[in-house]
């Protein structure tokens, strides 16, 4: 009688050289860029009660916009949420058990991408004041 | 962990509800910023009139505010799902879990507070 296959969940060490297929880079970068949203909620609330407050907090909110910090923290917010919804929008589609074949799913993977990644790149530009 | 001989409180056993609202919240946030973002392009060009402006009506107030809801109830079981996947010590688990929703909370009276000053 041969030993039963022991089947364990890989180590950290293996992260780096597991091929990820698109679906699951999209699936962590989902994780990833909802706790960075959960993270960041604070600053974010900030920056829209100073957008609010007053003629005054908005400047200063146009003012705190030009440090490189609020520039990185913006971006990040951005692409988070665009990923984000992107993303979601697949899974609420797999849930309708659309697309739920693997030649499908990597194909809107990578349409979730062709949308997110664009989209993101537009708005960091422009919060970066290239364009 | 129990508490009591049979009573397990930790896990995702709250049925379905819990899967349903994270689908449901979803979909509220993604319409409201779709309207947000029509919004705030018909209100172009933006400064602290126009910006304020759009969230200055009650319905918007109250559309917002209803937003920052189903944002709360969407992170905490996001925020949920990931405590439960990586901090295995359940009593460390439990004490992040409900900071979470602590902290959540006062997130949305803060949001409200925001909202209704305009």
Known sequence: MSARQVIRNISIADLVRYRLPVPGVLSILHRISG????????????LFDLSLRSEIGYQQLRQAAEGWFVKVVLA????S?????????RYLLLDLDLGVDRAPARRSA?????????????AALIIFGVL | ?????????????????????????AIVLTIYLIALAIRIVLARPI????????????GMKTATLIAFVALAYHAWIGMRDI????????????VLEAGTILWLAACLMWAAQILWKV
Not at chain 2, 47 to 58: H, L, Q, R, T, V
């Open chain 1, 110 to 122: 990578w349409i979730v991408f062709a949308v997110s990644l664009p989209l993101a790149v537009w």
């Open chain 1, 35 to 46: 706790a960075l949203m959960f993270l960041l909620l604070p600053l974010t609330l900030w």
């Open chain 2, 83 to 94: 405590w439960m996947d990586y901090v295995r010590p359940t009593a460390i688990r439990i």
């Open chain 1, 81 to 89: 949420l665009l990923h984000h919804l992107a993303a979601g929008v």
């Open chain 2, 47 to 58: 400064d602290y009139e126009s910006w304020a402006g759009i969230f200055a009506p009650f």
């Open chain 2, 1 to 25: 962990m129990s508490i009591g001989a049979r009573r397990l409180v930790v896990g995702a056993h709250y049925g379905l509800a819990d899967w349903l609202i994270q689908r449901a919240t």
């Open chain 1, 76 to 79: 990040t917010l951005v692409w």
